[in-house]
């Protein structure tokens, strides 16, 4: 089944603890993107990523690192994170430019 | 920047009776338009998509959505809701030939709450 998996699904840290959400597609899509989703203002990327090695910020970058090791694997790494980060996170994939974003189930992360 | 805009931010329906959700983008060039439903407690889906041809463009579940060019509009709708169509409803606007990656820029959205 084509799907965009992430990992975990919930997740409630302290201040400051780095963390790692994973998202892992199987439809051989090239592009992947992290969003945002919070009450009042719709879903904003943080970062995309146009392929292996390949990775830009979008609208909402601070306080997150990616990486694209793999075509498959698009972690979401924060670092430090704060309570301001508390926010539903979901990867997308996409197979071209233009195209369907293929969403998946979404991260519940509370930073207290 | 493109901005997207949905105006309804919560929209209050009785079964059976018809919809009309509104998108307006500010990009002046070449765009694809999406729209996205999210049921709850869900991921989102692909309701339907604009690129080229015929601006009324037919999606599941009864959704239809108008582009119109002159009025930078993406307007959703659908002429008979249903209970299930309970959700959150998502405008999504590419900018198709500036080709900056897969970027979506997405409207804040609209809950739609469908009564029996």
């Known amino acids: 089944e084509a799907q965009v998996t992430q990992n975990p699904r919930y997740l409630i840290t302290v201040t400051g603890k780095k963390l790692t959400v994973t998202c892992s597609q199987n439809m051989n899509h090239e592009y992947m993107s992290w969003y945002r989703q919070d009450p009042g203002l719709g879903l904003r990327q943080i970062y995309y990523?146009?392929?292996?090695?390949?990775?830009d910020k979008g609208d909402v970058p601070e306080g997150y690192k990616v990486s694209r090791k793999e075509k498959r694997n698009f972690p979401l790494i924060l670092e430090s994170p704060s309570p301001n980060q508390t926010s539903l996170y979901f990867c997308?994939?996409?197979?071209?430019?233009?195209?369907?974003?293929?969403f998946g189930p979404g991260t519940r992360l509370t930073v207290l | 920047a493109q901005s997207v805009s949905q105006h309804n931010h919560h929209v209050i329906l009785s079964e059976a009776a018809s919809l009309e959700l509104g998108c307006n983008y500010s990009?002046?060039?070449?765009?694809?338009l999406f729209w996205y439903v999210q049921y709850p407690g869900q991921h989102l889906q692909l309701l339907l998509k604009?690129?080229?041809?015929?601006?009324l463009v037919k999606g599941i579940k009864g959704f239809e959505a108008e582009f119109i060019k002159s009025k930078f509009s993406f307007n959703l709708r659908k002429p008979s809701v249903q209970w299930s169509d309970t959700a959150e409803y998502f405008c999504?606007?590419?900018?198709?030939?500036?080709?900056?990656?897969?970027?979506?820029?997405f409207g804040t959205g609209t809950r739609l709450q469908v009564t029996l």
């Open positions: 990523s146009m392929n292996v090695e390949v990775t």
């Open positions: 604009y690129f080229s041809g015929d601006p």
């Open positions: 997308a994939s996409s197979l071209r430019l233009a195209g369907e974003q293929f």
């Open positions: 990009y002046g060039g070449t765009v694809n």
């Open positions: 999504a606007v590419n900018e198709g030939d500036t080709g900056t990656a897969s970027k979506l820029t």
